[in-house]
């Protein structure tokens, strides 16, 4: 993702948070606070997919824990509403999968997969992440109340 990036990021990001079914960000962010959480600095990155210089969708990757648990990735995923069910959330899941293997991590780590938001479930399943374990009633989901979040774990080795 470029600097110029952000602008075209800023609007899905915020409608997104704003619909309460995904992420526990605060609904009160800015755009600066907002390109602060989500940009990963190094030895992590975010990208952009992009089609005809619309950017479609994003994607943070990187260590999940520092020092002695940064053997273990982990990464957040965001899809423009216009672009839903075209595979953007496919195409952006397998190239994060690549790029943790080829940086060496021994597995990738989801740490907060909404147990309702069952796209993205099945997406990760079918990349071969496993749920190793739900925390019951951790997400107040503006649609369903609370529900759990899934851990969800892919080795790599």
Not at 43 to 55: A, C, D, F, I, S
Request: proline share 6%.
């Amino acid at each position: 993702m470029t600097e110029d990036d952000w602008p075209q990021v800023w609007p899905f990001f915020d409608e997104i948070v704003r619909a309460g079914e995904t992420y526990a960000y605060p609904l009160d962010l800015t755009s600066e606070q907002a390109r602060a959480l989500w940009t990963m600095r190094p030895p992590g990155q975010t990208v952009v997919l992009e089609e005809g210089g619309r950017v479609l969708g994003s994607a943070t990757m990187g260590p999940n824990r520092p020092g002695r648990g940064s053997h273990v990735g982990t990464a957040s995923f965001m899809v423009s509403g216009e672009a839903r069910g075209r595979g953007v959330g496919r195409r952006l899941g397998e190239h994060v999968v690549q790029w943790h293997r080829e940086q060496g991590f021994r597995a990738i780590q989801f740490n907060a997969v909404v147990e309702t938001n069952t796209a993205a479930v099945r997406l990760w399943q079918s990349l071969g992440f496993r749920i190793i374990g739900t925390v019951p009633a951790a997400f107040d989901s503006t649609a369903h109340g609370l529900v759990g979040l899934h851990v969800m774990h892919l080795p790599l080795v």
